[in-house]
């Protein structure tokens, strides 16, 4: 039976309600201006370098919003994966690198090479959103595939399908959609947390991020991010890394 809402997924839940409850306080408290980054203004002018540190607490926009509590949810698949454990520990070991990474690359890179032209960072979490799709697109096998062609063949030329343009897509395509729609947002600044966010993700999986691949939270943090007690397993986390590929593909449809 396939497991649905966030069962065996309740730090997915945490980011999820976290993403639309934040950017709802922002919006009632009259804050949403203090999250975005402006280089020029908010760094060099008046030194406010505490937006470094805050800047992905919430989104500003709420078509964003949705699109990032869409996508968390799509990826609560990494945390039945690895377990609750990993998945923090992942959480909190990239969040210094993608939370520092994309203002000092805009602020002391890039801006100087486009003479000022990008000097914006929109705020929100889209750096740890495409972290964690980086880990889907490597440890989630698509189930199917699929071909979309470019024009209706004609009944006649049925015999000529395969040799007409197509793309192939496969079962996890559409999970892209969604970050993507994050990425390009607001252009050109949405994209530097982007491909932040899927460089660190990258650097994670293949254990080159420093102090990040084999870092574990103790067993009572897990127990405290998750809110589950002592119902959650210390240890689910390590005895998935060792499943074999077949394990983890029949636990696709098994909803784990």
């Known amino acids: 039976m396939l497991a649905s809402g966030f069962t065996n997924a309740p730090v997915s839940q945490v980011l999820v309600f976290g993403v639309v409850a934040s950017s709802i306080l922002a919006t009632i408290t009259d804050t949403k201006y203090y999250f975005p980054i402006l280089v020029d203004l908010h760094l060099w002018r008046y030194g406010q ?83 964690l799709l980086a880990q889907y697109h490597a440890a989630i096998p698509h189930i199917y595939r699929y071909r979309v062609l470019a024009s209706a063949p004609e009944p ?34 949405s994209i530097l947390p982007a491909v932040v966010g899927w460089l660190v993700g990258y650097a994670y999986r293949r254990e080159i991020l420093p102090g990040a691949a084999r870092w574990r939270i103790p067993g009572w943090g897990e127990a405290a991010a998750s809110g589950s007690g002592s119902g959650v397993d210390a240890g689910q986390g390590e005895r998935a890394r060792r499943r074999t590929y077949g394990e983890m593909f029949a636990d696709q449809f098994r909803g784990r």
């Open 49 to 131: 370098f505490w937006r470094l540190l805050t800047w992905q607490l919430c989104y500003t926009n709420s078509t964003e919003v949705l699109f990032a509590a869409m996508t968390f949810y799509n990826l609560r698949s990494i945390e039945r994966l690895w377990g609750s454990r990993k998945f923090v520990s992942f959480l909190l070991s990239t969040l210094p690198y993608t939370t520092l990474l994309p203002p000092i690359l805009l602020a002391c890179i890039l801006r100087p090479l486009t003479f000022g032209r990008l000097s914006y960072l929109p705020a929100g979490p889209t750096p740890l959103v495409f972290a």
């Open 156 to 189: 006649s030329a049925a015999s000529t399908t395969a040799s007409s343009p197509a793309l192939t897509l496969t079962s996890k395509s559409l999970s892209y959609l969604l970050p993507a729609q994050l990425a390009l947002s607001q252009l050109p600044g």
